[in-house]
C-alpha cells in the first residue's frame, strides 16, 4: 500500500478523536447547566454631588427619566408630572413597532421599586433604587433582579448577566448624576 493510502486511517482516527471529545465537552456543558441557577442579581451604585431632593426629583420627572435611563436601541417615552406607584412608562425601539413597558410598584423618598418588561415576549425585570444622602451629596444603588427563561444557556447567561447589564445601569447611573449635577 502506497504511504497516501495508509494515512487516510490515521486521519480518520483523528477527526473521530476530535469529535468525540467535542461531544464530551457539548454534553458536560449541558449538563453542568442543569445545576446552575438561572436568577441574577445586578447592583451598581453612584454619589451625586446634589441634594437628596434633587435626585429624586430627577428619578421620578415624567420629563427626565428618558435623559438619564439608558435603553439599549430606544428610550423610555416622555411624559408630564413626575411618576407615583402604579404609574406606567412606554419604552419605544428605534428599529421595531414593538414596545416595552416599565411599572412603578413602589414610590417613596428613600427608594423606588418598577418593573421593566423590554418587550412583550421578554420576562419582567425587578428593579430597586436606594436613595440616601443629606443636603450636600446623594447615594444611590441600583440593583436588579430576575430569572432567565432561554433554554439551557439561561445559567450561562445568568453567569454573566453582572458583567453584561451593569454596563448599562452604569451608563445609566452616569447620565444620572451628569443630569442633577448640571442642574441648578
Same mark, same amino acid.
Given at each position: 500500500m502506497s504511504k497516501k493510502g495508509s494515512s487516510h486511517p490515521k486521519a480518520l482516527y483523528q477527526l473521530r478523536k476530535i469529535t468525540r471529545i467535542s461531544a464530551l465537552v457539548i454534553l458536560a456543558a449541558v449538563v453542568i447547566g442543569f445545576f446552575l441557577p438561572t436568577d441574577y442579581r445586578v447592583e451598581r451604585s453612584i454619589i451625586i454631588n446634589k441634594p437628596h431632593d434633587a435626585v429624586v426629583k430627577a428619578l421620578l420627572g415624567g420629563d427626565s427619566l428618558s435623559d438619564w435611563m439608558f435603553v439599549s436601541g430606544g428610550k423610555v417615552d416622555l411624559r408630564q408630572g413626575d411618576y407615583q406607584q402604579g404609574d406606567?412608562?412606554?419604552?419605544?425601539?428605534?428599529?421595531?413597532?414593538?414596545?416595552?413597558?416599565? *411599572? *412603578?410598584?413602589?414610590?417613596?423618598?428613600?427608594?423606588?421599586? *418598577?418593573?421593566?418588561?423590554?418587550?412583550?415576549?421578554?420576562?419582567?425585570?425587578?428593579?430597586t433604587i436606594y436613595i440616601s444622602g443629606d443636603n450636600k451629596s446623594t447615594n444611590v444603588d441600583w440593583e436588579i433582579s430576575g430569572k432567565l427563561r432561554t433554554g439551557f444557556l439561561s445559567p450561562y447567561l445568568a453567569f454573566f448577566a453582572n458583567k453584561i447589564a451593569g454596563r448599562n445601569f452604569e451608563t445609566s447611573l452616569q447620565h444620572l448624576k451628569e443630569k442633577v449635577e448640571l442642574t441648578q
Open positions: 406606567k412608562a412606554t419604552i419605544s425601539y428605534d428599529d421595531s413597532k414593538v414596545q416595552g413597558e416599565l *411599572f *412603578f410598584t413602589a414610590v417613596t423618598t428613600n427608594s423606588i421599586a *418598577f418593573d421593566v418588561k423590554p418587550k412583550p415576549d421578554v420576562d419582567v425585570v425587578h428593579n
